[in-house]
């Protein structure tokens, strides 16, 4: 099974406390790294992980509260002082950009890698990376600012080729693929011998959203429906629902439901209230009640996606 995982390097919200860092994530899709927020001590979470930064070249930036993008300027620098090449393109809305370019043009100046900045504008839902085997997609959060939610889906795979077919039709090495592509295959006799005798469906596809700071809205469920494991923030337990509405955060229970009425697989939440600090079972419990499937975000966490 080829590689797709999340890191979670941080889960708590606002500011750093004795059981969490702030908001930040990595995606491993086949030994590309993906970033999500960026909160203070990413980078050191990052190798706390054993993570490498010469494997990570996109970076997804949600919203710009300093919880999620105070640790990228020492991420970047971090960087270029390992001499890392190429090119890291930052995913953010327009005035972070703005914002990072002056702090790197004063800070570093010898950036030993290229930043390429790519603008998500606000409440817009597009494909903002595409490779031959994966998307990202954005979709609009609801926050107190512009947010965004990211979408990660694996492309559909390739066919399993029937071994005992192709050895009993001598099938050339240079047909395989277009064969695990779903091609059929004509014989030097011209008889067509149609894909489906020749291999077996392909392993699903998988899917991750990551749903940053947002309040309860139903347009989430839809954005996100039939995802198989989604990243939702539960900063409060329903008992502070008004603050949480008031600060335009969810509580657990509002986690669990949007997770419930997606008709989504695993359900992960975080963005702890520091206020939970002999622990997050009762938001666990909270959302367990609603969405079974659900467990907690924490440091050092890593979660494959199935």
């Given amino acids: 099974m080829a590689k797709f995982q999340v890191n979670i390097l941080g889960c708590g919200s606002a500011t750093p406390s004795a059981r969490h860092q702030q908001s930040c994530q990595v995606v491993d899709f086949r030994d590309k790294l993906f970033m999500i927020d960026c ?17 990570l070249s996109h970076i997804f930036i949600s919203h710009l509260h300093g ?5 990228l300027p020492g991420l970047l620098s971090t ?24 702090w790197m043009d004063f800070f570093n100046r010898q950036c030993s890698f290229n930043i390429v900045y790519d ?21 609009p959060l609801y926050h107190r600012l512009p947010c965004s939610g990211f979408i990660f889906r694996e492309k559909p795979k390739l066919r399993h080729l029937r071994g005992d077919m192709v050895k009993f039709l001598s099938i050339p090495i240079s047909l395989l693929q277009g064969i695990k592509e779903g091609a059929d295959y004509v014989k030097p006799d ?27 809205n139903p347009r989430v469920v839809k954005d996100i429906a039939g995802v198989n494991t989604v990243y939702h923030e539960a900063t ?17 229970s509002e986690a669990a439901t949007v997770a419930r009425d997606a008709g989504v697989s695993r359900l992960i939440i975080g963005h702890f209230s520091k206020r939970y600090i002999q622990g997050e079972k009762p938001l ?23």
């Avoid at 909160?39 to 494997?55: D, I, N, P, V, W």
Wanted: with cysteine; net charge negative; proline share 4%.
């Fill in 39 to 55: 909160g203070e001590g990413a980078q050191s979470g990052f190798r706390r992980m054993g993570l490498k930064f010469s494997r």
């Fill in 67 to 71: 919880d999620h993008v105070f640790g």
């Fill in 79 to 102: 960087m270029s002082l390992h001499d890392i090449q190429g090119t890291v393109t930052i995913h953010i809305f327009r005035e972070g950009a703005e914002l990072l370019k002056s």
């Fill in 119 to 139: 603008i998500i504008e606000p409440g817009e839902r597009r494909v903002i990376y595409e490779d031959s085997g994966l998307t990202v997609e954005t979709f």
């Fill in 190 to 216: 011209g008889i067509v011998i149609p894909n489906d005798r020749l291999t077996t469906p392909p392993d699903p596809s998988v899917s991750y959203a990551y749903c940053s700071d947002t309040m309860y």
């Fill in 236 to 252: 409060y337990h329903s008992s502070l629902k008004s603050t949480a509405k008031e600060r335009g955060h969810s509580t657990a």
């Fill in 284 to 306: 666990l419990d909270e959302a367990a009640a609603i969405f079974p499937s659900t467990i907690l975000a924490n440091e050092g966490l890593r979660i494959d996606l199935e």
